[in-house]
C-alpha cells in the first residue's frame, strides 16, 4: 500500500537498490513490450481475490445488490478495450492503474475478511487506516527539493513527494478526513465508557484520550498541507467528506438533533445561502490568498474554469460520438487534438481532469454506468443484516484492542475519505494515477456496505 501510494513520485534515480528498483519497475510498466504481461498478472490477481472474497462472505454474485459484479463488468469493459487496440493503449498507462488500483483495494478488503467463517472484524480495517494516516501525515512533511515548482500569483503551491499540487491536495484532503474520523471515534468511546468504572477501563480510556489528540494534532499537520496545496477540488472535496462524516454520526446519535434540521431545512438552506454571499462579497478584493485562491472561480480573468467547459463539452461530444464502447484508452486526446483543439489550450492537459467524462469517452456509457452502480451500492444505506454481521466480536489485538472504533465507524470513515476523491476527481482527476486510485479503491472497498451480508445470513 505504503508503494503504490508513493510509485509515481518522481525521485531521481542515481544510485542504490531502492532507486534501481523503481527505475526498472516503471521501465516495465511503461514498455509496451512488456506491459501486457503486468496487465494479465492484475487480471489473474484480481479475479482471484474476488471469487474467494465471494466465497468467505458466501454473497449470491450474480445478483444485482452485488457491488463486485458491477466492479468486474467494469473491468472487462475496460480489459476488452485494452486488449482490441493494446497499440494505443500501450502508450500510457492508464488501463494498467485502473485495474492496479482495483486489485489493490480487493486485496486490501480480502485481507480484512479473511478471518475463520468469513466473520468481518475491526482491528484490520483501523491498522490500514492507521498506516494511511500515518503516511499522509509524513507525506504532509516532505519536502523534496527535487520537486516541480507550481505558482498561483506568485504563491508557491506544495507538491510533496508527488509531482502534482492537484493529487497533493486530494490525498491531504483524506488524511484530514481520516484523521477527523478517528478523532471523533476514540472521543466517542471515551464518553461512552465514563459510565464504567475499573484499573483496566480507565487505562483504555487513556489510551483512546492519548490516540484522539494525536489525531487532532494530526488534523493540523496535515490540514496545512491541504490549505497549501491550493487545490480548489480538493478543499470541495473535504469539505463534503466532512459533511458525510459528521452527517453519519448525528444519524447514529442525534435524533433530536435530525429531527429538528427536518423541521429546519428551509431556514437552514436560506440562512447558509446568504452567509457564502456575504463571504464572497466581502472577501472579493481579499490579499489573503487560500481567499483570493477559493474565490478565483468568479473571476474573470481566471481562465481555468473556462478550460474546463471546453473539455468537458468535448468529452460530451466524444461520448456521444462512441456511446457503447468509447473512443478507446489514450483516443480522447487525439480527437482532441484533431477536431476539438481550442486555441492556447493545452493537447490533453485539461480532458485528463475530469474522470468521470474521461472514463464515459475512453470506454462508452456502459463501463461509467457499471461504475455509478458500484460507487451506488458501495455508499448505500446498510442493509438490516448488516447490523447483525457488526455485532460479532472482534479478536484481541494487543496494541489496537483499547482503540479500535466498532466497524460500522470504521465503514463511515472510509467512506468518507473515498467521497473526498469521488469529488476530487470531477475538478481535478486522480483515478487513473496510483497514488489517488490505490487510496481511493482500498477505502471505497473497505467501506462497502455488503461486505458481511453474507455472513449473517
Known amino acids: 500500500m505504503l508503494f503504490s501510494l508513493f510509485a509515481d513520485s518522481p525521485i531521481p534515480c542515481t544510485n542504490g537498490t531502492i532507486c534501481l528498483t523503481l527505475s526498472d519497475l516503471n521501465a516495465i510498466v511503461c514498455d509496451p513490450g512488456v506491459q501486457w504481461l503486468v496487465f494479465l498478472c492484475l487480471v489473474a490477481y484480481v479475479l482471484s481475490f474476488l471469487v474467494i472474497r465471494c466465497q468467505v462472505e458466501r454473497l449470491p454474485f450474480w445478483h444485482a445488490t452485488n457491488s463486485s459484479l458491477w466492479l468486474i463488468a467494469l473491468l472487462s469493459v475496460g480489459t476488452f478495450a485494452y486488449g482490441f487496440d493494446y497499440s494505443e493503449a500501450a502508450q500510457s498507462t492508464r488501463a494498467l492503474m485502473l485495474l492496479g488500483g482495483a486489485t489493490l483495494g480487493v486485496g486490501a478488503t480480502l485481507k480484512a475478511i479473511w478471518r475463520e467463517q468469513g466473520a468481518r472484524t475491526a482491528s484490520v480495517d483501523c491498522l490500514i487506516i492507521i498506516v494511511l494516516a500515518a503516511a499522509l501525515v509524513a507525506a504532509s512533511l516532505w519536502y523534496p527539493e527535487w520537486s516541480p515548482t507550481f505558482a498561483f500569483r506568485g504563491y508557491a503551491r506544495w507538491t510533496g513527494p508527488w509531482d502534482n499540487p492537484n493529487a497533493y491536495g486530494l490525498l491531504m484532503g483524506v488524511g484530514v478526513v481520516l484523521a477527523v474520523g478517528c478523532a471523533v471515534a476514540n472521543y466517542e468511546k471515551v464518553t461512552a465508557d465514563k459510565s464504567e468504572i475499573g484499573s483496566s477501563k480507565e487505562l483504555g480510556m487513556r489510551w483512546k484520550c492519548v490516540v484522539a489528540v494525536l489525531c487532532l494534532a494530526s488534523v493540523v499537520v496535515i490540514?496545512?498541507?491541504?490549505?497549501?496545496?491550493?487545490?480548489?477540488?480538493?478543499?470541495?472535496?473535504?469539505?463534503?467528506?466532512?459533511?458525510?462524516?459528521?452527517?453519519?454520526?448525528?444519524?447514529?446519535?442525534?435524533?433530536?438533533?435530525?429531527?429538528?434540521?427536518?423541521?429546519?431545512?428551509?431556514?437552514?438552506?436560506?440562512?447558509?445561502?446568504?452567509?457564502?454571499?456575504?463571504?464572497?462579497?466581502?472577501?472579493?478584493?481579499?490579499?489573503?490568498?487560500?481567499?483570493?485562491?477559493?474565490?478565483?472561480?468568479?473571476?474573470?480573468?481566471?481562465?481555468?474554469?473556462?478550460?474546463?467547459?471546453?473539455?468537458?463539452?468535448?468529452?460530451?461530444?466524444?461520448?456521444?460520438?462512441?456511446?457503447?464502447?468509447?473512443?478507446?484508452?489514450?483516443?480522447?486526446?487525439?480527437?482532441?487534438?484533431?477536431?476539438?483543439?481550442?486555441?492556447?489550450?493545452?493537447?490533453?492537459?485539461?480532458?485528463?481532469?475530469?474522470?468521470?467524462?474521461?472514463?464515459?469517452?475512453?470506454?462508452?456509457?456502459?463501463?461509467?454506468?457499471?461504475?455509478?452502480?458500484?460507487?451506488?451500492?458501495?455508499?448505500?444505506?446498510?442493509?438490516?443484516?448488516?447490523?447483525?454481521?457488526?455485532?460479532?466480536?472482534?479478536?484481541?489485538?494487543?496494541?489496537?484492542?483499547?482503540?479500535?472504533?466498532?466497524l460500522e465507524v470504521l465503514q463511515a470513515i472510509c467512506r468518507a475519505g473515498a467521497i473526498v476523491l469521488l469529488v476530487g476527481f470531477w475538478f481535478n482527476g486522480g483515478l487513473f494515477r496510483l497514488p489517488t486510485a490505490a487510496t481511493f479503491w482500498i477505502l471505497i472497498e473497505l467501506g462497502r456496505r455488503d461486505l458481511t451480508v453474507g455472513n449473517a445470513k
Open 223 to 406: 490540514g496545512r498541507g491541504l490549505v497549501h496545496s491550493y487545490s480548489r477540488g480538493a478543499w470541495c472535496g473535504t469539505i463534503v467528506g466532512l459533511s458525510y462524516l459528521g452527517t453519519q454520526r448525528i444519524r447514529d446519535h442525534g435524533s433530536e438533533f435530525r429531527r429538528w434540521i427536518r423541521v429546519n431545512v428551509l431556514s437552514l438552506a436560506v440562512t447558509v445561502a446568504s452567509v457564502l454571499a456575504l463571504i464572497s462579497w466581502h472577501y472579493r478584493s481579499t490579499e489573503w490568498y487560500p481567499a483570493r485562491r477559493a474565490f478565483s472561480v468568479n473571476s474573470t480573468v481566471d481562465s481555468t474554469w473556462h478550460d474546463r467547459v471546453l473539455s468537458w463539452d468535448c468529452a460530451l461530444q466524444i461520448t456521444a460520438e462512441h456511446p457503447f464502447l468509447g473512443a478507446g484508452w489514450n483516443q480522447p486526446e487525439r480527437f482532441w487534438e484533431q477536431y476539438y483543439f481550442p486555441t492556447g489550450i493545452p493537447v490533453g492537459a485539461v480532458i485528463g481532469l475530469n474522470d468521470y467524462l474521461l472514463l464515459g469517452a475512453t470506454l462508452g456509457i456502459p463501463a461509467l454506468l457499471c461504475f455509478a452502480m458500484y460507487i451506488w451500492l458501495c455508499l448505500r444505506n446498510a442493509p438490516q443484516e448488516l447490523q447483525v454481521a457488526n455485532c460479532l466480536p472482534d479478536p484481541p489485538l494487543p496494541i489496537l484492542t483499547s482503540t479500535v472504533p466498532t
